[in-house]
C-alpha cells in the first residue's frame, strides 16, 4: 500500500502477459528486497495460474560467474558430452531446468558483454543451444527476472536493455515514508 505498489502492479503486468510474461529488471540498491521480490513474482505467477504448480524458480547469483563467462554459459544453456575436458556427459543447463517457471538472474551487471549477448537469441526466440553443440535446438519457456544494483542503462549493453521492456526501480529503505519503515520493522519483529 506504500512506496512499492506501482511496483507491485508492474510485475503482476510483467508475469501474466501473454505468452510468457515480460522481462523485467528489477533496479534498486542493496538490501532493498530485489531478490524477495522475485520469488513473490514466482508465487504470485503460480497462484494466478500463468505457471504450472510444478514449476520452479530458478535463482542464478552473476556475480559468480564475472570472471568466468564460459562457465556460465554452460551453466545456463548446458552442455554436451566432449564439449569441454571435464564434460564427461550431457548437462542439462539452469535454462532447462526452469522451463515452464521463473528464471532470476541477480547481479546481471556483472555479466561480461559475451554474456549479455548470448541470451540474445534465447530472449528473442525462446531457443538455443548446448555448449558443444551448434546443431540441435533446445527450447524452453521461461520468464525472466533480472536484478541490479547499478544503473542498467549504464552497465548493460544496449541491446540487452532493448529486450527488457519493464524496468523499475525500487526506491532505498530511505525514500519510503516513515510509516512504510514502522510496518517493516514491525513485520521483521514478528
Avoid at 554452460?74 to 526452469?98: C, M, P, R, W
Avoid at 522451463?99 to 541470451?119: I, P, T
Amino acid at each position: 500500500n506504500g512506496f512499492l505498489s506501482s511496483v507491485v502492479e508492474q510485475c503482476k503486468a510483467a508475469m501474466c502477459y501473454p505468452d510468457n510474461g515480460l522481462p523485467i529488471m528489477i533496479y534498486g540498491p542493496t538490501g532493498t528486497g530485489k531478490t524477495l521480490l522475485a520469488n513473490t513474482m514466482y508465487d504470485y505467477a503460480l497462484h494466478q495460474g500463468v505457471i504450472e504448480s510444478n514449476s520452479r524458480f530458478v535463482s542464478v547469483n552473476c556475480s559468480e560467474y564475472a570472471n568466468n563467462p564460459e562457465l556460465l554459459t554452460s551453466n545456463l544453456f548446458g552442455h554436451v558430452k566432449g564439449a569441454y575436458t571435464s564434460a564427461e556427459e550431457d548437462q542439462d543447463g539452469l535454462i532447462s531446468l526452469a522451463n515452464g517457471g521463473v528464471l532470476f538472474l541477480d547481479e546481471v551487471h556483472c555479466l561480461k558483454a559475451e554474456c549479455q549477448e548470448k541470451l540474445f537469441l534465447f530472449m528473442d526466440q525462446g531457443i538455443y543451444h548446448r555448449v558443444g553443440d551448434n546443431e540441435k535446438w533446445y527450447k524452453s519457456n521461461v520468464r525472466i527476472v533480472f536484478a541490479t544494483t547499478e544503473n542498467p542503462d549504464k552497465v548493460l549493453l544496449k541491446t540487452l536493455m532493448r529486450r527488457i521492456p519493464m524496468t523499475i526501480t525500487i526506491p532505498s529503505l530511505e525514500q519510503r515514508g516513515t510509516q512504510e519503515r514502522i510496518e517493516l520493522l514491525h513485520n521483521i519483529f514478528s
